[in-house]
């Protein structure tokens, strides 16, 4: 267990789900789930409000596959992989992360980092040397820096998304500002890109990317009189997506009604918005996440 080195830190809490190691803080403002698993933040609760994030009733907690919902990371592809064969969205959301520190900070929010490191399995896969690292920041605010570094002589390509379930009381005539100018690409619709001209209306079935995309988003989920604001550093890209009523019957680990309680706007880098990392240097993705009120 992860606990046994951490175990006398103030706010933090270990214990297992099934198979999976699950990391609760808690402090004045907040309180979060984090799960080795993938690096993945299952939960963020600010004191006296509902969840940011929704899970699925039915993922699975066995460590067979990721868990269905919170924020996965995606890396370091985003979608389908170049090979047949290899998994969708990259695979570091299949690996065992490791917990390097958990701190406290002076504005009392509570930071932990968890790492994974190439090794001969991943190398099979993805043949470079690197260590990613995710920073989560537990607080006021949720943030998330996700740190790409790069241990080889030469420049590596990586896109990467950090794959955001928001939990919304009905993703029909939900609203995402801040999309406005950027490249949109319809993945269902197979059409060309087109400039993004209003604001993005989620009308599921949805699978939209935007590209060149830089600045704050905000969500408003009018249903649960709250708005998610999303501001960014070193992102270029936004994905927006619910499965819809039809969609979601091919995927196993979420009930055919569940897409009415979520929709996922991710931050990241993906399709064209490709990130070179130079030899011996490293690039670092930042999120961060606050609800307001109305």
């Not at 690996?95 to 001969?120: F, H, P, R």
Request: include cysteine; aromatic fraction near 8%; charged fraction near 25%.
């Amino acid at each position: 267990m992860v606990a046994e080195n951490f175990k006398n830190v103030l706010g933090a809490t270990f214990n297992k789900r099934d198979g999976v190691e699950l990391i609760k803080i808690e402090n004045k403002y907040s309180s979060a789930i984090i799960t080795t698993l993938g690096g993945s933040v299952l939960s963020y609760t600010p004191k006296h409000q509902q969840d940011l994030l929704w899970v699925s009733k039915s993922a699975v907690y066995d460590g067979s596959k990721p868990i269905r919902g919170g924020i996965p990371v995606c890396w370091p592809w985003f979608g389908k992989a170049d090979e047949q064969g290899l998994p969708a969205h990259g695979f570091v959301r299949n690996m065992i992360w490791q917990l390097e520190k958990i701190e406290q900070y002076d504005n009392g929010a509570t930071g932990v980092t968890l790492v994974c490191e190439s090794d001969s399995e991943t190398k099979k896969i993805w043949p470079y040397e690197f260590k990613l690292s995710l920073n989560v920041q537990v607080g006021i605010y949720l943030t998330l820096n996700l740190t790409t570094q790069n241990l080889n002589d030469q420049d590596i390509e990586i896109t990467e998304a950090l794959h955001t379930y928001f939990s919304v009381d009905d993703p029909r005539g939900v609203v995402v500002q801040g999309l406005e100018g950027s490249i949109h690409i319809d993945k269902l619709e197979d059409s060309a890109p087109e400039i993004q001209r209003e604001t993005v209306e989620v009308y599921p079935a949805k699978d939209s990317v935007y590209l060149d995309q830089a600045g704050k988003a905000l969500i408003e989920d009018k249903g649960n009189n709250r708005r998610m604001v999303i501001e960014k550093r070193n992102s270029r890209s936004s994905v927006v997506w619910n499965p819809g009523p039809e969609i979601v019957k091919g995927f196993t680990d979420i009930d055919d009604d569940a897409w009415l309680d979520f929709v996922c706007v991710e931050t990241g880098n993906v399709l064209d918005d490709v990130v070179t990392v130079a030899a011996n240097s490293e690039h670092t993705l930042s999120v961060q996440y606050l609800i307001l009120a109305g």
